[in-house]
């Protein structure tokens, strides 16, 4: 069973606010990943991590920032939010093999609306 | 660049049948392939996930198999049933480089 963990699960929040949506793994996981989803929609990876004082940016433009300062945690920090981004965030872990990604766990998921 | 596709992208059946949904990839050089099931508004669960020298897996009802040469990879589900309609996605693993995951299949299973 997939240890990882994300907080708040929704979240309506007004335009202009700071947010920080939190992800968290138990399994020693190097790779950590952020997607976000638009219903009915594909994924689209946002931010990725290799470790610790690693951060990426990834295929879809986002206005939101990373930080991996431990191991097991990942949050995503949006400085002031907008109604454009009102979607669903998705946060994911994998331990690397060799020369590639091992299996992938997912987490539950944040479902912001800004109003 | 890898590319990856589904077909179908949506399929609604009655009870009892047995399905197949398909994944297709451009690069073949794949380190592995995973396939995820989602559930409305949730987040993606693992359920099955095929090492690129392996050439299937099978849990429970599903049976996954890879055939990295044509690239493709196709999930069997058998005597299906409504708790299995949700959106089939596959992602693949290619060396050194993130997963790229497929539009998804979403299934309908009716009573």
């Known amino acids: 069973e997939a240890d990882i963990y994300q907080t708040p699960r929704y979240l309506v929040i007004g335009t202009g606010k700071k947010i920080t949506l939190e992800c968290s793994q138990t399994m020693g996981h190097d790779k950590m990943y952020w997607y976000q989803q638009d219903p009915g929609m594909e994924l689209h990876l946002i931010h990725y991590s290799y470790g610790v004082n690693s951060t990426e940016k990834g295929d879809l433009s986002s206005e939101s920032t990373v930080s991996r300062i431990r191991t097991e945690h990942f949050p995503l920090t949006l400085e002031s939010a907008r109604p454009s981004h009102t979607s669903q965030y998705l946060c994911?872990?994998?331990?690397?093999?060799?020369?590639?990604?091992?299996?992938?766990?997912f987490g539950q998921g944040t479902r912001l609306t800004v109003v | 660049k890898q590319e990856v596709t589904q077909i179908p992208a949506a399929l609604s059946v009655p009870e009892g049948e047995n399905l197949v949904l398909n994944c297709s990839f451009t690069?073949?050089?794949?380190?592995?392939l995973q396939w995820f099931r989602q559930d409305p508004g949730k987040g993606l669960t693992s359920l099955l996930l095929i090492q690129s020298s392996q050439r299937e897996q099978t849990s429970g009802r599903l049976n996954a198999s890879l055939d990295k040469s044509s690239g493709r990879s196709t999930l069997y589900i058998a005597a299906s049933q409504p708790g299995d309609s949700a959106t089939y996605l596959c992602a693949v693993s290619l060396y050194g480089q993130n997963f790229v995951f497929g539009p998804g299949t979403r299934l309908s299973v009716l009573p």
């Open positions: 690069d073949s050089a794949i380190y592995n």
């Open positions: 994911a872990s994998s331990a690397p093999g060799r020369g590639g990604n091992t299996e992938a766990f």
